[in-house]
């Protein structure tokens, strides 16, 4: 089992800059990659950024040279800095841990982006 606690969401007006906060524990040996998703009112979850455990990261092209996906081993934590934030942006953003069997997600936290 592994257990994902997010933080950092919160109102941005457009083109400021939010970082979003991970924490993973539990059985985080097993987990593989770990990503961002989020989740509009109305709309499906997509993703929005991965990295894999050998540090591979991969984006949507709406976020590419906005976001950044990094992460701490020593912490158990991945974060997701947002920058040049847009109204488009708005959404549940949750965190998500893969070990190639299960999927694990966080609560989620709400990002607002005010024009």
């Known amino acids: 089992q592994v257990q994902l606690v997010e933080s950092g969401g919160g109102l941005v007006q457009a083109g400021g800059s939010l970082r979003l906060s991970c924490a993973a524990s539990g059985s985080i040996f097993s987990i593989k990659a770990m990503g961002w998703y989020r989740q509009a009112s109305g709309k499906q979850r997509d993703l929005v950024a991965v990295i894999t455990s050998g540090g591979t990261t991969n984006y949507a092209d709406s976020v590419k040279g906005r976001f950044t996906i990094s992460r701490d081993n020593a912490k158990n934590t991945v974060y997701l800095q947002m920058n040049s934030l847009k109204p488009e942006d708005t959404a549940v953003y949750y965190c998500?841990?893969?070990?190639?069997?299960?999927?694990?997600w966080g609560q989620g936290t709400q990002v607002t982006v005010s024009s």
């Open positions: 998500n841990a893969d070990d190639s069997i299960y999927d694990y």
